[in-house]
């Protein structure tokens, strides 16, 4: 299961190999951007808990037509609020001088986009009254008032403008009701027969779909293309305005089975669709937030394929090409690592993509005649996002151990930062993460180390270990808020990257197919050896933790041995008859675990944690979000309980309203707080490290 996705902003999720989970539980959560940059602390201050709400995160960063501006979305924490806000901003290609485009404390906008001629900036947003669905709004492109375009009955996904601009394509799901309608006192029962019944940030989910929609700007109507039983989301318009693109999964039932296609329709009413792609696997996934790329002259679509159903995301993510009219397929560069967020080159040669190789992700580019990839960031970073403009210029959203977020433009000499809203951070004393390697048998492993805060060589220091979400995911050179608060308190960190981790190709990952938390588990032991062998690691003062399957993991780990003297195991589960039907996997659990009937043996072993719990020793604390339905807090739950039934230490930390990542600022505040809590209780020595 890809257990660990958490939210990051309003709108995107990371992605990178399969699975992206922040991570183990940080999300970004960040006050105003301004305020950020107007306090100036005093230098060399440690990083803090307080720290977490200044962070800003930013996200879609989109070059203007003319290549001179960009306009992107910045996250923050309101904190009179208590709620993530995400606004708009923009900043000069040439001279960096940047803009807010937006302040609007109690509502969001995302997902910005220009209008073809440059003029107007298009938005998501949910502003326009207290019970406000997400609609599409229009601003000068240099600011101002914004007025809405869209009037649908159903909050709006994701939009795209036409090439001359008079239409949208929208993706949204069936309305209940009109615009503005007001909605009931008590909301009418849910009613479902789909296969999958659930989704984290959808709740259940009834038989109403999403479908891709035209509007007309002028006359203000709107034209359904999609109908049916089915999903489609990702739209994407031809060069020329006359078809668009998108993504879908069809077949009898398409709850059943992750094999996403492309399909092309001319956009009007009532046309004809046409299937693309057909490979018999996902084709563009909408996990990766990619759309179908149409090369500039409209004759192919740059895409992501992934392997057979079989492998869910185990397999890495291949940049793939179709051409437009034959339906003929290939793969341009066949390397055995991710690929993500493809771009076309202005002369249409080559694709500017994101790979992720181990612990870094660059941008690269990939030449369509030979294959040859050549890439444009180097060192310890991880790139997240990028665009293109029709002039060839090209801007890269990455960060690194130090330094969260910001936008560069890629230029011959290197890169140039345009926006950093965590500028506070240079006067703060953070930790370097020193990547080492180990092994396990005859398998190479690698890990990152993060040392405490005024280290001095030849000290052992209490350490905590941390587990990343997925499974298949890997910690990389990025910045990890968590990471530093619990350097500044003293506390070495290990970032291990087992088997089943992504960034080492097909076979590493699969490792663990069907099997969690055997031999990754006895990998993550084995890199705690290490770090003991060092001398760094203090073999007394033990803690491990993780979020989602880092989570599920810690569960594995501490019934398998009981060295360590405190754990935290947030948003996990280790009683899979018990998860089965509940989460929203149903889908993954029948590819790779089968069905609890057929298969008990897998199950115990995929239970083995629960069902060995008497084994347990170290003390937990359990966390999850109640309306998670990723993870739900059953797994949690059951966890708890079978620790506090034998009276090993442990708490139970439920976050009311939140889903599979945190928003609220202040559960974030209290999630680090308890974790610092939590290991310093168990970790410390008397009187303190």
């Not at 080559?350 to 180097?378: C, F, M, N």
Request: charged residues 25%.
């Amino acid at each position: 299961m890809r257990k660990g996705t958490p939210t990051r902003g309003t709108t995107s999720v990371r992605a990178l190999c399969a699975m992206l989970a922040l991570f183990v539980s940080t999300t970004h959560a960040a006050e105003s951007a301004q305020t950020s940059q107007s306090s100036t602390p005093s230098p060399t201050t440690r990083f803090g808990v307080d720290d977490l709400a200044r962070l800003v995160d930013l996200t879609e960063p989109t070059l203007s037509p003319d290549g001179r501006t960009v306009v992107y979305t910045a996250t923050s924490a309101n904190l009179q609020e208590d709620q993530s806000q995400s606004d708009l901003w923009r900043v000069d290609y040439a001279s960096g001088e940047r803009k807010r485009l937006t302040n609007t404390p109690k509502h969001d906008e995302s997902r910005p986009q220009w209008t073809p001629d440059g003029k107007s900036i298009a938005f998501l947003s949910d502003r326009g009254g207290d019970e406000a669905t997400t609609q599409v709004w229009l601003m000068p492109a240099n600011g101002g008032e914004a007025r809405r375009l869209t009037r649908f009955g159903e909050g709006i996904d994701d939009f795209v403008f036409s090439p001359d601009g008079k239409r949208l394509a929208f993706i949204a799901r069936q309305p209940q009701q009109p615009f503005g309608a007001k909605k009931p006192k008590n909301p009418p029962p849910i009613v479902t027969e789909r296969y999958q019944f659930r989704e984290d940030g959808a709740g259940y989910l009834d038989d109403r779909r999403k479908h891709l929609y035209v509007f007309d700007i002028a006359s203000g109507k709107t034209e359904l293309l999609t109908p049916g039983a089915h999903d489609e989301q990702l739209p994407a318009w031809s060069p020329d305005g006359k078809h668009l693109a998108y993504v879908t999964k069809r077949g009898v039932d398409p709850d059943r089975h992750l094999n996403f296609d492309i399909y092309v329709v001319e956009a009007k009413a009532g046309a004809t669709e046409r299937q693309l792609t057909t490979f018999k696997g996902s084709d563009l996934d909408p996990y990766w937030e990619t759309r179908p790329a149409w090369s500039p002259d409209g004759k192919r679509i740059a895409y992501l394929r992934s392997g057979e159903d079989k492998w869910i995301y185990y397999a890495p993510w291949q940049l793939a090409i179709v051409d437009v009219a034959t339906g003929e397929e290939r793969v341009p560069a066949d390397i055995d690592r991710c690929f993500t967020k493809p771009r076309w080159s202005a002369d249409g040669k080559s694709v500017y993509a994101l790979i992720e190789h181990p612990q870094v992700t660059w941008l690269s580019r990939i030449d369509l005649d030979d294959g040859k990839v050549t890439p444009l960031t180097q060192g310890p970073r991880f790139d997240y996002d990028l665009d293109v403009s029709k002039d060839g210029r090209v801007v890269v959203l990455g960060g690194d151990d130090l330094h969260p977020y910001a936008i560069s433009a890629v230029e011959p000499t290197g890169l140039r930062t345009l926006a950093d809203h965590n500028a506070f951070l240079a006067q703060r004393e953070l930790a370097n993460a020193e990547p080492f390697h180990y092994r396990n048998g005859d398998v190479e492993l690698e890990g990152l180390l993060i040392k405490p805060i005024g280290y001095v060589e030849g000290r052992r220091y209490p350490t905590i270990v941390r587990l990343h979400g997925g499974p298949v995911y890997q910690f990389s050179r990025e910045f990890m808020p968590d990471w530093q608060a619990y350097a500044a308190q003293g506390f070495a960190v290990v970032a291990l990257n087992p088997r089943g981790s992504s960034g080492r190709g097909f076979d590493f990952a699969k490792a663990i197919y069907a099997d969690w938390g055997n031999v990754d588990a006895r990998d993550v032991l084995a890199g705690v050896d290490h770090v003991v062998q060092m001398g760094i690691a203090d073999p007394d003062r033990l803690g491990i933790g993780g979020w989602s399957y880092g989570a599920i993991l810690t569960n594995a780990v501490i019934a398998t041995d009981t060295r360590f003297k405190a754990a935290i195991s947030g948003a996990g589960a280790s009683n899979m008859y018990g998860m089965y039907g509940h989460d929203q996997y149903i889908r993954e659990y029948a590819l790779e675990l089968g069905s609890p009937w057929a298969n008990r043996d897998v199950y115990d072993r995929a239970s083995f944690p629960f069902l060995h719990s008497d084994r347990i020793t170290t003390p937990t604390m359990f966390q999850c979000a109640d309306e998670d339905a990723n993870v739900p807090c059953l797994g949690a739950e059951q966890m708890y309980q079978a620790l506090r039934a034998r009276n090993v230490p442990t708490r139970l930390v439920v976050y009311p309203g939140e889903g599979h990542g945190l928003t609220v600022p202040s559960y974030l505040k209290d999630r680090m707080m308890r974790n610092l809590g939590w290991y310093s209780r168990f970790l410390r020595e008397e009187g303190g490290e």
